[in-house]
């Protein structure tokens, strides 16, 4: 199967300190003075970039860093690869793995000539530090660990996607991972069959695996693998007001939740910030979120994980259904998804597993697989052939000369002999009933 990946992120050029002022007043992007902060005011708010990530607070992050900021997870981020040089990363990569083949065996350099700052976005937003204790951008858990797993999308890689994000899966699963996110889709419904082990292995080690599900702005018109599988928490996105964005998110019925993806804010490779936009955004948003309920809840399995971030969703104003195509459960809430009594499960809240799905469509596969004996089985000698004449078939035996030939033949005599004395018989009967007169001309023939 050949897919061709896409992130599901959008950078917005411009200006950070213009950027920042625009958010920070809900105003559009137009070149203003760097905003002054209100006398007064704490230190956090201050902060430009602080200040700047709004669903802090809209979102309920800071009021769940009271009970944990994540300590004890370990987020997988599978990606273009976490930058070395910024300093919101000091202390919170643990390791990391390459590949795409191109990138460095840590993970930490970044691979592809249009996508290499992604990886840096996508985990900064998951678990940045800042750069001070109330400056410079903070990710949604910033006491949770990072693995830099760095693949190649498109032409950045000769290695196919597909074996890439499966060994991916399976490394991060193997150094830790109680979180994995992709925020990448292949704009295709279907995905290749390896990725049903890939994603199963981690599955079966309790990963919470979260997933981007793709921009309409980027030309993805519905939602696409690895967002389709089932098992895995897609994250659909929605703008400043809660409503679905129309540039910056897809919809689809795969969609469980949904988190900011407007005017995000991301710590680039090279430790520039940017503003951008989409649900590769939103995806490390709600990782981050699942690695706060890790850390407050360590006794909860995956599936108990999800369930906590979708039953205490908020629930979205336009929404018309639960699950909703274009929201999911609803909007994520950080503070009740950590601190709400919720009712606990014992099997997977967004219906269908990966595992009942295989066994219904991938119909050549067999669960459990037919095992071969373990020894060798010994069967009885076959009895000898019957010996068998080589003469022509068209010449009689013995055999039908005996039991065949002459038996029809004197059956044939017998049957004629007795046919003709019948005949006989019945002829002599009627001449002898037939009267007796004297014959005489007739009148025609007597002549006078």
Same mark, same amino acid.
């Given at each position: ?29 137009? *070149?203003?003075?760097? *905003? ?17 990530? $709004?669903? #802090? ?80 951008? &903070? ?7 990072? #693995? ?17 994000? @499966? ?12 979180? !994995? ?19 199963? $292995? ?50 689809? &019925?795969?969609?469980? &939740? ?5 005017? #995000? ?23 981050? !979120? ?15 994980? !999800? ?7 908020? *629930?979205? @104003? ?10 999911? $459960? ?5 503070? @009740? ?38 020894? *060798? ?23 039908? #000369? ?47």
């Amino acid at each position: 199967m050949t897919v061709t990946p896409r992130r599901v992120g959008r950078l917005a050029l411009v200006p950070l300190t213009i950027a920042i002022a625009a958010l920070l007043t809900g105003a559009t992007f137009v *070149p203003t003075v760097d *905003p002054t902060p209100s006398p007064g005011v704490g230190a956090a708010a201050q902060d430009p970039a602080r200040a700047a990530e $709004y669903w #802090l607070d809209e979102y309920g992050v800071r009021t769940a860093w009271q009970t944990t900021r994540g300590k004890g997870s370990t987020i997988a981020i599978i990606d273009t690869g976490i930058g070395r040089s910024p300093v919101e990363f000091a202390g919170a990569v643990a390791g990391g793995a390459d590949f795409s083949g191109v990138g460095a065996s840590d993970g930490r350099l970044p691979v592809g000539a249009v996508d290499s700052n992604h990886g840096s976005w996508v985990a900064s937003l998951a678990a940045s530090r800042g750069t001070g204790a109330d400056t410079g951008m &903070i990710g949604v858990a910033p006491e949770a660990q990072l #693995l830099s797993i760095s693949i190649g999308f498109g032409a950045s890689s000769s290695v196919p996607f597909v074996e890439q994000v @499966a060994s991916a899966m399976r490394w991060a699963v193997d150094n830790g991972a109680d979180i !994995i996110n992709l925020s990448f889709t292949t704009n295709t419904l279907s995905w290749d069959q390896s990725w049903d082990s890939a994603f199963q $292995y981690a599955f079966d080690h309790d990963v919470v695996v979260i997933v981007a599900a793709g921009n309409k702005g980027s030309g993805t018109d519905e939602v696409g693998a690895p967002a389709t599988i089932p098992g895995v928490l897609t994250v659909g996105g929605v703008n400043r007001a809660g409503q679905a964005s129309e540039e910056a998110s897809t919809q689809g &019925i795969t969609i469980g &939740i949904s988190a900011p993806s407007e005017e #995000l804010l991301g710590v680039s490779a090279d430790g520039q910030l940017v503003v951008w936009n989409g649900t590769s955004g939103a995806a490390p948003i709600v990782a981050g !979120i699942a690695a706060l309920v890790r850390s407050a809840h360590p006794e909860l399995d995956a599936d108990n994980v !999800i369930n906590r971030i979708i039953r205490t969703a908020r *629930p979205a @104003a336009a929404a018309t259904a639960s699950p909703d195509p274009k929201y999911g $459960y609803g909007l994520v809430d950080a503070a @009740a998804a950590v601190s709400a009594n919720v009712a606990s499960v014992s099997s997977s809240p967004l219906g269908m597993t990966l595992k009942e799905w295989v066994r219904l469509y991938r119909r050549a596969d067999v669960d459990p697989a037919p095992q071969p004996s373990s020894s *060798p089985v010994t069967l009885p000698d076959l009895p000898a052939a019957d010996r068998v004449d080589a003469r022509s078939p068209l010449l009689p035996t013995a055999d039908t #000369l005996r039991y065949g030939t002459v038996p029809l033949i004197a059956g044939t005599l017998a049957a004629i002999l007795v046919a003709l004395g019948v005949t006989a018989a019945a002829r002599r009967i009627r001449s002898e009933r037939a009267p007796r007169t004297p014959s005489r001309p007739s009148k025609e023939y007597f002549h006078l």
